[in-house]
């Protein structure tokens, strides 16, 4: 049973978390050969003042 956890910096509408779902949820029945009701994901939204790159804050200005 596939389990896929998407975390993205900001947040995502609920139209973009089903388009996302559906991509990937198509992908692994496609190519991994898992039937579609085996596919789990989750989605977490992390603000900007929780995630750095290059040590930078991405609500840095």
């Given at each position: ?15 973009q978390k089903a ?43």
């Open positions: 049973m596939p389990y896929v956890n998407i975390k993205v910096a900001g947040s995502l509408t609920r139209e388009k996302i779902a559906a991509e990937v949820t198509d992908t692994l029945e496609r190519i991994a050969n898992k039937p579609k009701s085996y596919t789990y994901i989750t989605f977490e939204e992390v603000k900007g003042e929780n995630w750095a790159v290059a040590g930078d804050l991405l609500d840095s200005d």
